[in-house]
Structures are given as structure tokens and as C-alpha cells.
């Protein structure tokens, strides 16, 4: 009688690399905290008076439920600065942040809706982009101290979307698939 060999018993290391770690891992980054990033002005003020602002919305426990939450948050509009009736706040992006604050997500707001920025497929990718944003961020200081501030407002709001990409290497494949699912876009 001879004894066939076990295969459903899978070795302790790797349970432990391949389910375990990366939970623990995982766990360690949870809560996910949303932020909207923009700009804020008093009432009856011009645009020449805004100033940026960034308004924290909320913590979450998964990156499904981070951008559900973004979403709704963005969608209904009215996000506050403060007590100050008199400030309005127009949000131009939004950002998920892991509890080290890395980024996980990021994306430009239009309308009431995020998009939300693919992130960069790899460490060359995000060197170019490091680039690109270095070079806009010289073109908005130049521009503000000729006294441009919308041109240079417009230059830094180009930066804006270019780091949005620049998702943490821990994160970028569960936010590229994230993206590929039909309620996310």
C-alpha cells in the first residue's frame, strides 16, 4: 500500500510571505485618511485674494471605501474650512493617504466628480514625472513673481495632477486595479 503525497498542505514559509506579511503589512498602513485639496476666499473677495487650502474629510478602513467616501463627500458639495461662514472653499483635488502618509490615490475634481489619476506603472515613470513637475514648479515661481498668479496658479494646479501619479510603490497595483473596476471611472 502506498501512500500518495499530500498536496494540500502548503509550507509554513509560504503562508507566512505570501498571506500573512502582507496583511500584517497592510494593517500596519490602515486607517486610510481623505483630504481635499483647493483653494479658499472669503465671500465678496476676488480670486486674486484666494489662498490654497487643504480640508480633512475623514479615515477610512479599505481603499474601496476611502474612495466611495471621497465620491460621496465630493458629490454633495458644501466642504467647510471651519466655523467661518464667510470662507468658501472651492476643492480642486482630492487625496488618500496611508497612515505613514504615502499616497494610495489621488485625483483632480471637476463638477462634483473625482478622477481619479492612474498611477505610475513603474520607478522610471515616476523619475519623469519628477522631472516634468520640477520644471512647471520653476515656470509658477517665475510666473508669480512677475505678479501672473493665475498663470502661476495654473502651472501648480499642472504639478497637482502630475504628482497625483506619484502613488506609493506599496499601493500602485491595488489602486491600478481598483481604477479598472466600472464603478470607478
Known sequence: MAHAPQTTFAPIGDILAHQ???RLRLAAKLPLRITCIGTARYAGTDE???????VFLGDRPSLENATSFA???????GIGVGQDKTLRFHPRFAVIQDNDQNLVLAGEIRAGI????????SDGEARRIVIEASRLRGLAFAASGRGEQGAARNHRHQVGLLEAR???????EAAADLLRLPQAA
Open 166 to 172: 506619484l502613488v506609493d510603490p506599496f499601493w500602485r
Open 71 to 77: 465620491a460621496v463627500s465630493v458629490r454633495r458639495g
Open 114 to 121: 473625482i478622477l481619479w489619476q492612474q498611477p505610475v506603472a
Open 48 to 54: 486674486a485674494d484666494s489662498f490654497d487650502r487643504s
Open 20 to 22: 500573512i506579511l502582507p
